[in-house]
């Protein structure tokens, strides 16, 4: 198991890559090399036969009686040598050996070399001696005197054993060097591949500690490549939202733990009076009717809870439908216009009839201004105003909700919309508030694409902006 798991391990795969990189690049140079090798020492060989057929040419041509000097030239100067041997032949027209470099008999088989030069003339090909050794031969014809009175035939073979040995001793090195490689790079590239993971190890060995009781470790970039220093910033930024996020959720949990607790200990303490002795039938309808409006709330704060935990749902969908804005702002309108003249506090609709229409889900818009409506009542004294207009801007519309009431504290706005959170808790326990309206609202806004706004002064009233578009996206 440990072995299939290193199988399968980064440093495993990056160690692989390098040693197959690395041998490849390693064979690739040294064949090339050796390539290249080759090549030279045969053009080399050529060159030097292509040399002396053409001194010996020019010899025939102009001084085909000086003998002495044709000696010299064949029989004498590859006796001086003492590595690279060559031997030549010099023929006349009948094939007959005129002058013969000494020992050519001994190393060459006379009739095996005049056949191989003779499928090739003037080509120099590969040709094995008596002993094995290796031999480039060839031959060409060559006029003598000048006008030319006949034809003689130059052969001529060189010795290049020198050669296939330096060639042998190569390729032996060529083995040696690729083991070599072999053995040292896995190890190297197995070095390199966990110096370069390390500090993925070490951003994989933070994130295993942190857990729910610590959120605010975090990985410190510094010091790191700059691949790996940008995916540290993201998890950082992750575990940010993260921490914010199980804040809120801790939040929540007490919230809803203290706002559901407080109508049940209400009802019960109702109850539990109510039966410590015996009570009137009067005394009693009022116990029940407490116990009424208390439920009455509690079942409200679960509506709410309910509702906010659909809108989250990924399956969550809307009925949409064409609305004129106006129209909904005016039954919004009517609906709260007994408790607006209850309260002293004058409720106007500000939206031109039949010119802000959009597809949205009526109910749901219905109820988001429906609850910017009930907070600004509940927070606008009497002799105030809450004005609900409405206009359309590019492929989108936009609702407003204004009032003249107190207003909210500048460090209060960016909570406005979390869920149990009240700027003024102690008011708006006695109102029967429960800190969800804004949080719905913006839920509402989100499931329409769309998005919430809020504006406000103390003592000068708020200004709550909904945007959202005028149809379904595609």
């Not at 690395?22 to 090399?33: K, R």
């Not at 060639?167 to 070599?180: C, E, H």
């Amino acid at each position: 198991m440990r072995h299939a798991r290193f199988w399968g391990t980064l440093a495993f795969r990056l160690t692989a890559g390098y040693v197959l990189a690395g041998l490849s690049l390693v064979f690739l140079a040294t064949a090339g090399l050796y390539f290249v090798l080759v090549t030279e020492l045969e053009r080399n060989t050529d060159l030097f036969l292509a040399d002396k057929l053409h001194v010996l040419r020019t010899m025939l041509r102009e001084r085909p009686n000086d003998w002495d000097a044709l000696r010299e030239e064949i029989e004498l100067e590859s006796a001086a040598r003492r590595y690279e041997h060559f031997y030549i032949r010099l023929l006349d027209e009948r094939n007959a050996p005129l002058l013969t470099t000494p020992g050519l008999a001994e190393e060459l088989d006379l009739r095996e070399f005049s056949r191989q030069v003779q499928d090739a003339p003037e080509h120099a090909v590969a040709m094995k001696g008596r002993h094995w050794q290796s031999f480039r031969v060839t031959s060409a014809t060559a006029p003598v005197g000048f006008p030319p009175t006949h034809t003689d035939t130059i052969q001529i073979a060189i010795d290049v054993s020198q050669e296939e040995e330096l060639l042998a001793r190569y390729r032996s090195w060529f083995w040696a060097i690729l083991l070599g490689t072999f053995a040292i790079f896995p190890w190297i590239g197995y070095r390199i591949a966990r110096h370069g993971i390390r500090p993925v190890e070490e951003m994989a060995t933070t994130a295993r500690h942190i857990s729910s009781t610590n959120l605010h470790e975090r990985i410190l970039p510094e010091g790191y490549p700059s691949e790996l220093a940008s995916l540290a910033d993201t998890f950082n930024k992750m575990l940010d939202r993260l921490e914010e996020s199980f804040e809120r959720i801790s939040r929540f949990s007490a919230d809803i733990a203290h706002d559901l607790r407080t109508p049940v200990n209400n009802i019960r303490g109702e109850a539990e009076v109510a039966l410590a002795r015996a009570r009137t039938v009067e005394e009693y309808r009022d116990v029940l009717g407490s116990c009424l409006e208390e439920t009455v709330r509690l079942s409200g704060l679960i509506g709410d809870l309910l509702f906010l935990a659909r809108a989250e749902s990924p399956l969550a969908h809307l009925h949409r439908e064409r609305v004129d804005i106006s129209e909904l702002l005016s039954g919004v309108r009517e609906y709260y216009e007994a408790t607006a003249a209850d309260s002293g506090v004058s409720l106007i609709t500000a939206a031109p009839p039949g010119q802000v229409i959009a597809e949205v889900d009526r109910m749901l818009v219905q109820r988001a201004v429906g609850n910017l409506v009930s907070n600004a009542l509940a927070h606008t004294p009497a002799g105030g105003s809450v004005v609900l207009g409405a206009n359309s801007e590019v492929a989108k519309i936009r609702i407003e909700v204004a009032d003249t009431g107190v207003g909210i504290p500048p460090e209060a706005l960016p909570r406005v919309f979390d869920r149990f959170f009240r700027v003024d808790s102690s008011r708006s326990q006695t109102s029967g508030g429960t800190g969800l309206g804004l949080a719905i609202v913006q839920s509402i806004m989100l499931l329409h694409g769309g998005n919430v706004e809020i504006a406000s002064q103390l003592g000068q009233g708020t200004r709550v902006t909904l945007r959202m578009p005028t149809s379904a996206p595609r």
